[in-house]
């Protein structure tokens, strides 16, 4: 099974891929069943993902079928996540320090607003893994950074209306009985 991800990880992809472009073989999402890239390439791992305030619920009037049977509910959400990033091969300390810096680039920010992403920070300092993995013949650099995303889920469930109401009383001493659509 081929992963499917996220719009928020394509979204990651998409600002690696502008930030590295051509210097990389590959971005990746990590632990894929898949042979090893050939290097330099970057691994991308949602490390945690959590709603960041309470679910905001938005109903809409949208035609059903059959009509009047509802209104349609959607759920918005406010999320962040940890995103760790890994850059292998050579040249992987100068590539992760061209990503740290990218977020604070007017331009980088602008392409990932458009995209529904907000980097925030680089959480700690970048990590030189080479040595401590034995891959010194392989570089590696890791760095964590925190993300923002909006998500939009649309109900499967109708909020239901009142189409109809039965209404009874007394009008100028007679009774009078009456249904309104």
Sequence with gaps: ????PMHY????????????????????????AAPRAKAPFVTVQVLSNTANQTPAVVTADVAFDPPAAGYATQIKEHRVATVSLNVFGAGHRSMMARIERSIADPHVVDFNTARGLEVQEAIGSANDLSALLATEYEGRTQLDFRIAYTTQTDSPFATRIISSADISGLINDATTQQTEP
């Design 9 to 32: 990880e394509k979204a990651v992809w998409a600002w690696l891929d502008l930030v590295l472009g051509a210097d990389v073989t590959e971005i990746r999402f990590a632990n894929q």
């Design 1 to 4: 099974m081929t992963y499917q």
